[in-house]
């Protein structure tokens, strides 16, 4: 062999051996996480639960905060987060007809299909048009409650998680961002005196060095708290978060913060990474719609949060906002996650693949091959904004779909052992937190989603016939493709 060729297979070698390195250390799950996580789901575990459940249903109504004579508006209150906040002002006693839902579609709920939910009023919004804002706050209340002091519950958002292009940053912003500065305008304008948003724990979350030195114990940032430290320094620029979503979330929760005033309190609320409650959702109704799941991601750890914990932590909110001390809870945000330690993917799966009544697989990817793999799906999906001859080629080449689409560097940022904790805001009032106590565990609330799930199914007949959802996520994606400027969808 010439020098050359020996220079070459060192190098190859070298790059193998690196290679070999990141995947072991992506793989891995450090000590200090091990030790806060809760404890592993057994198959027995997860029966009974189930059996329990299905008996006995969990009712949480007496956990509510008090009942407000107030009306509300909820934008996004066909989703999930806004779903439960609609029910639960419905079983705290407020009447429908006081309680008003902003969004782009109708909700595909069933929970929400029967009931006093389908009293509530429903007004088709495009939250990027201050035109439509307003003609949905202009609607017409009932007597009973046109005098009523104004909630204003802003839970809409795109969620587009793994981008973190410049060039696919005008969407979210124009619906995140602006869509919540036109929402703030026209509540005052309506004399609404709390605005209460669902922001995101994300906006903390800082980029994950995936691309290790040879001699680093792990990636940086592979193990993250969720916190709010970030309210007491100035908002990083664009290109300094993990991706476009949480920019945009953290741009868009500094407008409501920085409106808090006097007769206008307002605040946000952030979800711990990975909401669910619902088969529409994301995180558990997705890998319950498929028979094999690739994933990469069965030994991380995160902290996850049930969309019935998470408009608790509104109402919450709200019962702080009108309150004579309100100043200390306004203009200001909280982390809200399920009441027990964090879990592993792996611990969602296994729920699905014991519970559910349709077939499921896990089949896991080394995490360093997917790394590669997204880097080169990011470069193709930028070639159109490269300088010629290379635009030239991205616009002859066909855009990538489904899946493979949302294959991209962000998510090994959001999809790393990111925990929080309700240690502030479930401090009483009095001491400058919320008084949340959360009402569903990750157990019970998984166990319950896969229980519905099931339920939802019976009428199909076929074994193998799964119902199609839209989500937050494959609604964003049509819109973004219709090239629909000012639509919204539930978060």
């Known amino acids: 062999m010439s020098w050359l060729q020996w220079a070459l297979a060192a190098a190859t070698l070298a790059t193998l051996a690196y290679l070999v390195r990141v995947n072991r250390l992506l793989s891995g799950t450090p000590e200090e996480v091990t030790r806060l996580a809760g404890p592993r789901w057994t198959p027995d575990l997860l029966k009974k639960t189930y059996e329990r459940l299905e008996k006995h249903p969990i009712d949480y109504t007496n956990k509510l905060p008090p009942k407000l004579d107030r009306r509300y508006v909820i934008t996004g209150g066909s989703g999930l987060v806004g779903g439960y ?135 940086k940032n592979y193990f993250q708290m969720l916190h709010t430290r970030d309210m007491n320094l100035p908002l990083r620029k664009r290109e300094e978060y993990f991706g476009n979503y949480p920019a945009s979330k953290a741009y868009a929760e500094r407008l409501v913060c920085d409106a808090d005033q006097e007769g206008f309190r307002t605040g946000s609320i952030r979800p711990a990474n990975g909401v669910y409650g619902n088969p529409t959702d994301n995180t558990v109704g997705d890998p319950l719609s498929r028979s094999v799941m690739p994933t990469w991601v069965d030994h991380i750890v995160q902290s996850f949060v049930h969309g019935a914990n998470v408009a608790i932590g509104h109402l919450h909110h709200e019962a ?116 949340y106590q959360g009402v569903i565990t990750t157990l019970e609330g998984m166990v319950l989603e896969v229980l519905e799930w099931n339920r939802e199914h019976e009428h199909l007949g076929e074994e193998k016939t799964r119902k199609a959802y839209t989500t937050s996520i494959s609604l964003a994606e049509t819109i973004q493709k219709l090239g629909a400027t000012g639509h919204q969808v539930a978060a």
């Open 85 to 219: 906040i609609v029910l639960q002002l419905l079983a705290r006693g407020t009447p429908p007809t006081h309680i008003r839902i902003l969004d782009i579609r109708r909700t595909e709920r069933s929970d929400m299909q029967s009931g006093p939910a389908t009293e509530v009023d429903f007004a088709q919004t495009d939250i990027t048009s201050p035109e439509s804002i307003k003609a949905a706050f202009a609607r017409p209340w009932p007597a009973s409650a046109a005098k009523l002091p104004l909630t204003v519950f802003h839970t809409a958002a795109v969620i587009l998680a793994s981008d973190r292009s410049a060039h696919s940053y005008a969407f979210p912003e124009r619906v995140n961002v602006k869509g919540t500065a036109n929402l703030l305008a026209a509540a005052k304008a309506a004399g609404a005196s709390v605005f209460s948003s669902t922001s995101s724990a994300s906006i903390c979350i800082k980029p994950v060095g995936t691309w290790v030195a040879p001699w680093a114990g792990e990636p």
């Open 320 to 435: 702080a906002l009108v309150q004579p001390s309100a100043s200390t809870h306004s203009g200001r945000p909280f982390i809200v996650t399920d009441p027990n330690p964090p879990i592993t993917y792996g611990e969602l799966y296994s729920a699905i693949k014991v519970l559910s009544r349709h077939s499921f697989t896990t089949v896991t990817l080394p995490p360093v091959l997917m790394l590669l793999l997204s880097h080169v799906l990011e470069l193709y999906s930028e070639l159109r904004f490269m300088p010629f001859p290379f635009s030239i080629l991205g616009k002859l080449l066909p855009p990538l779909g489904g899946d493979v689409q949302h294959l991209k560097p962000g998510l090994w940022s959001i999809t790393t052992h990111l925990i929080g904790t309700n240690s502030e805001v479930s401090k009483p009032v009095s001491q400058g937190g919320l008084g």
